[in-house]
Every structure is written in C-alpha cells, then in structure tokens.
C-alpha cells in the first residue's frame, strides 16, 4: 500500500494491465520490482511514459531504494540520471554495429565527460564536439514582431476544462510548455492549431504518430531537398525505402519532425519531439529546431518533458497548473527563470547550472545549495 502510494497507483490497482496507460504501465513495473526482494535492481529507462512531475517522484523512489540495495539504471534523461546516480558509466560506439562500456566514474565527472565526447583517462574521443548548453543565451534570433497573439478563452473536453491565459508569441521565438500529464498541453496545441491556422501557416506535429503503410522515402518527399538540414542530422537518410509501420518508436518520430520542420509555416507546434530518443538525439534535436527557425525566421510552441532540452531550446515558458483530467490553467508568457522558478517550486526541488559544463543540474534535497536556494527563493539558479 505504501509503494502504491508513493507512485500513484492506488487507484488503479483494480484495472487490467492491459488498458491502463503507458505512464500507468511503467509505474505498476516499478513498484512490481520494489516489491521483490532483491540485492540488485536493474531499471531499464524508467522516466519513459511520464511527466516531469512523475520522474522527479520515481528518481526519490529509486534513490531510497538504494539505501538496501545496489541499483543499475539505463536512461535518456540526462538530468534525472544526474540526479539519481552515485556513479555513471558511459557507453559508445557506433549503433547496431559495436558498443564499448566504460569504467565507473563520479556522477558529475561522467556526465561531464560524456558531454565532451572525450574520456581523459582513455585518451578517447568518440564525438568529434561537445555538447554545449547556451541557458540564458542573447535573444538576438528575436524579432519584436508578433507572430501570433491570442486572448483570453476556455476549451471544455468532456468532463475537462482548460483555462487559457491571453498571450504572443514573436518571430524567432522558443516558447517551451511545461506540466503534468493530464493537465491539457495537448489539448492547448491542438486549440492553436484549429483556431489560428487561417491567420497563419501553421506545421503541427502531434503527440501520437501514426504507423503508415508508405515508405519513409514517399513520406518525406518533400523534405528531401533538406537533406544536409533536416535528413542527414536527424539521421534517417538510410531509412528512406522502409515502411512507417515497419520503424521503431525513435525512429518514427525523427521522420515526423522532419515532416513538420520541413513545410515552410510561420508557427511550428511540437508535441513531445524528445519521445523514443536517445540522448544524443534529443541534444542535437535542439540545434536542428533552432537551426530552421532561423532559416525560416518562424517561431515555435514546444510541449517537452526532458527540463535539459526544455531549458537549452526556451526563450520563455508557460506553465500549466491545476487538476489533472479536470481542469488546467495556464500561466502567462513568461521568462525562462519566472517559468522555470514557478514550474520547479510546484515540484519542490531546485536546479543550478553546473560550472564546467552550464548544464541544469537537480540539488540533492536538503543539500547546502539545496537549502539555499530555498531560503531565496530562488529555485533556478
């Protein structure tokens, strides 16, 4: 009972496996594994399927149950990995065709490292650059003129209701949408897509892909002609006579987003764009978004669940609060440290940027900066 708690399951411990949801599906596996004695736990990408709110919960859970036991876990979230690991590992290689593991390094040491692309005390460097993070970089892709400002209004869903904020978004600008699953982000997406898209063109790629019977190849026939920008980036050139249906998850989705970025529109609404990638595909996703924007001079609404990638792309953020399933409410269009600072006090944690690298780091809880921070205020700093 106190595990079902503790990750939100106790109302559906009376469904069928079978039809409850991913997220759902994903915690039962967790707490099916805590509730097995054992001195080893192995958790194989854990934060899939779940909200922000949902990971932070999870990476508590799991760092308590390391205090009985040894844990190994494989993810694509950098920061809960972060936030969650005493020591790190790094694999590379070349997929599909070899992969070497690497000694056990400090968690901080590791992360930084496998940032870089280079392992110091091997002498090896598997990436030919580091992966730089410009957080609180100049807003000079901006231009002050309104792509789109849209007033106060209401969605009703069935037994839903979203409470929208007025708000506008300008050319060249990142605006990032961050909440709980449940809470309406889609339902926000799919709202400016149907009330504006004859004011303005608009490329939408949704939350759900669906599985075609064509071929990559008749798919992105239009977006072949960016093949150094969008095809060779993403990596799906040697995709392009492969059904849709026949693609994994992390590959359909590459194909989607160079779908969407590739039709030339004022506005680009991404609905979860990090979802099935790995971690290199989620960083270099955000130099190919900022890349077309600036080649088409367009803006962007981007719902994301991956803070690293949500505070690397933002320029400024919305927040949606409320109950999930019953009602949302957006914030207003703010600034990536008011949306950051609102978003993560809900949470309850706080962030800092790491001084060698300037990625987002999580503070362990009760921690000296942790505490600070707190006391401030001041929960992204």
Known sequence: ??????????????????????????????????????????????????????????????????????????????????????????????????????????????????????????????RDKPIVFNIGRQEETIRDINILSWQEFSVKKGGFTLDISPGEIKRGEIIVILGENGIG?????????????????????????????????????????????????????????????????????????????????????????????????RLELGKIIRDMLAFRDAAAIIVEHDLLLATSLAHRIIVFQGKPAIHGITSNVLSLEEGMNLFLESLSITMRRDQESRRPRINKPESRLDNEQRKQKKYFA
């Open 185 to 281: 982000k889609t339902t926000f997406i799919e709202s400016i897509a149907g009330k504006y898209s004859k004011k303005i063109t608009i490329a939408y790629k949704p939350q759900y892909l669906e599985q075609r019977d064509e071929t990559v190849l008749e798919f992105l026939r239009d977006a072949w002609i960016y093949e150094k920008q969008l095809i060779q980036p993403l990596g799906i050139q040697h995709l392009k006579n492969k059904k849709l249906k026949e693609l994994s998850g992390g590959e359909l989705q590459r194909v989607y987003i160079a779908k969407t970025l590739a039709q030339e529109a004022d506005l680009y609404l991404l609905d979860e764009p990090s979802s099935y990638l790995d971690i290199e595909e």
């Open 1 to 126: 009972n106190s595990i079902a708690e503790v990750l939100e399951i106790s109302n559906i411990l009376d469904r069928n496996v079978n039809v409850i949801s991913g997220g759902e599906l994903q915690r039962v596996a967790i707490a099916a594994m805590a509730l097995k004695k054992g001195n080893f736990y192995f958790i194989d990408e854990p934060s899939s399927y779940l909200d922000i709110r949902q990971r932070v919960r999870i990476a508590r859970f799991i760092r308590d149950l390391s205090d009985s036991s040894s844990i190994v876990v494989v993810d694509h979230d950098l920061l809960m990995m972060d936030y969650m690991a005493d020591y790190i590992q790094i694999l590379y290689g070349s997929p599909a065709v070899y992969g070497v593991v690497t000694h056990l390094q400090a968690a901080k040491r590791g992360i930084n490292q496998y940032l870089s692309g280079y392992i110091e005390e091997l002498n090896i460097r598997f």
